[in-house]
């Protein structure tokens, strides 16, 4: 009787719980599709969307979710941990130059591996499509054991450069050396040559991949951990999102040259418990525009601009990870501030802005290696 009774209080509670997470949100959610392992997606000009999946595959997708093939052509890609077929982003001029970028990890010597970044020209078909022309534009370096902290997202900003996060691959101190490319921000021109403007390419000679003093030309910004979300908002400032150590997930504005301080300060503390100093104690390194503890596990970044939820243009919203949630963060300027937590019941990788504004949402792999892709329109009910 007890236990029944548990029981019957227990299934209210759930149900008062679930309702109220569906009347805070003004969606309604609709399950489009389903991947395996899905990483991330982009919108053709067609309206249909190229979705990767981290053992390789890249698949061409209707509205309706359903599959019209794959993509032939792609780079060998290393599927283990963290890592395998990562982004995928049209070029700006797509529409005529039909380049679409990859971000992937390449196998190396011994149990090294490393992020690299391709582009290949697309032509769809039938049956899906191929890449050809394909070329590698960009690497981690150096390539190192271990399966974790790519970062690898890949961004175009207003005016044509190409922007990469390069996460720490679970190393730390990489963050800080210059003489590596790992946890920083890279920028870069289309073709992965080094912009003349960089901050660091002061002494380079033209094209060298190294500058006499050992600093990467292509290092935009440096001391990131594993950022795995990267967008511009509607200003053209670059933001990035990533994962803090236990606590200290963090939001930069991303500027021309700073230091974002990791390993050397975090809001969070390391695994083994280890304390690391907070950002305050140290005015060399920039601070978080927000930050999270406890974490949300911050795995995509996207800027707001459709007419689906016109109230929310101009918003960040951030997929969480643990937090199986969907997060709404409002601009200000160089501040910025969550302001919704939507509930989705599962861990989400991916929110992307599909054609008339809708978020299209990929769940992270949770059941046995499948992730769902999620629309979310408009509430339509009552009021
Ligand atoms: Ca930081």
Same mark, same amino acid.
């Given at each position: ?19 109220? +997470? ?12 389903? !991947? ?57 001029? !797509? ?11 390449? &196998? ?20 899906? &499509? ?40 679970? %190393? ?27 901050? !660091? ?34 200003? &053209? ?30 809001? &969070? ?19 978080? +525009? ?46 910025? %501030? ?17 054609? %008339? ?22 509430? %339509?009910?009552?009021?």
């Amino acid at each position: 009787m007890m236990v029944k009774s548990s029981f019957s209080l227990l299934l209210l509670l759930l149900t008062v719980t679930a309702t109220q +997470a569906q009347t805070a949100a003004p969606f309604d959610i609709s399950e489009v599709s389903e !991947f395996d392992e899905p990483w991330a997606m982009a919108f053709l000009p067609n309206g249909r969307m190229l979705v990767t999946e981290k053992k390789g595959r890249l698949q061409v997708v209707n509205q309706e979710g359903k599959s019209l093939g794959t993509i032939r052509g792609l780079p060998n890609v290393d599927y283990l941990g963290h890592g395998g077929l990562g982004d995928v982003v049209l070029h700006p001029n !797509f529409e005529k130059n039909k380049l679409v970028y990859l971000s992937y990890v390449e &196998g190396g010597a011994g149990k090294t591996r490393g992020a690299a970044v391709a582009r290949g020209t697309l032509e769809l078909s039938n049956r899906g &499509g191929t890449l050809s022309n394909l070329e590698i534009i960009w690497r981690q370096y150096p390539k190192m054991v271990g399966y974790g902290h790519y970062g690898y997202r890949i961004v175009f900003d207003d005016e044509g450069y190409l922007f990469i996060s390069s996460g720490d691959r679970q %190393k730390f101190t990489p963050s800080q050396d210059m003489q590596s490319n790992v946890g920083k921000i890279v920028r870069l021109n289309d073709d992965g040559s080094i912009p003349d403007d960089n901050p !660091f390419v002061d002494h380079i000679e033209k094209d060298a991949f190294v500058d006499d003093e050992g600093v990467y030309p292509e290092i935009w910004s440096v001391g990131h951990r594993n950022p795995l979300g990267m967008s511009l908002d509607l200003d &053209g400032q670059l933001w990035v999102i990533e994962m803090g150590p236990a606590g200290g997930d963090e939001l930069n504005l991303v500027n021309r040259g700073a230091n974002y301080g990791y390993p050397s300060v975090s809001n &969070g503390k390391h695994y083994d418990g280890r304390d690391i100093p907070n950002h305050d104690t140290n005015p060399d390194f920039k601070k978080p +525009a927000l930050w999270w503890t406890p974490v949300i596990s911050p795995a995509h970044l996207m800027a707001y601009n459709g007419d689906a939820f016109p109230e929310w243009r101009g918003n960040l919203f951030a997929a969480g990870l643990s937090s199986r949630a969907i997060i709404r963060i409002e601009l200000d300027g160089e501040s910025a %501030k969550e302001a919704d937590r939507f509930a989705m019941d599962a861990p989400i990788r991916s929110v992307v802005q599909g054609p %008339k504004g809708a978020l299209w949402v990929l769940e992270d792999e949770s059941r046995e290696g499948e992730g769902r892709l999620f629309k979310l329109t408009p509430k %339509k009910d009552s009021e």
